[in-house]
């Protein structure tokens, strides 16, 4: 039989894996949203048809949110300082040719 204060932890346990797994699940995110930008960027020429700005302000804002919800979900979880994500993720500045 089960002690309830067993039962309890096991709960706690199982949150605190999910946030673990939500928060490197955001982070993947960013990661797949970052990669998605800079194949754009490579892909342009000193002049990029209007087609491709869309595209990169797309992706751009895509980057830009998930690296937001990176921050929201670390917040969740109870980091507050994200001098990390600034240095390791900085937000997505906007080509010259944008």
Do not use: C
Not at 56 to 72: F, G, K
Not at 79 to 85: D, S
């Amino acid at each position: 039989m089960i002690q309830r204060g067993e039962g309890v932890r096991r709960v706690e346990d199982e949150i605190r894996a999910e946030k673990a797994a939500a928060l490197g699940r955001a982070g993947e995110r960013l990661e797949a949203a970052l990669a998605a930008l800079r194949d754009l960027e490579r892909g342009a020429t000193d002049a990029p048809d209007e087609k491709l700005r869309a595209a990169y302000r797309a992706a751009r804002d895509r980057a830009r949110t998930a690296r937001l919800h990176l921050l929201i979900q670390r917040e969740a979880v109870g980091l507050r300082n994200h001098r990390v994500v600034d240095q390791q993720f900085p937000e997505p500045a906007p080509p010259s040719w944008l």
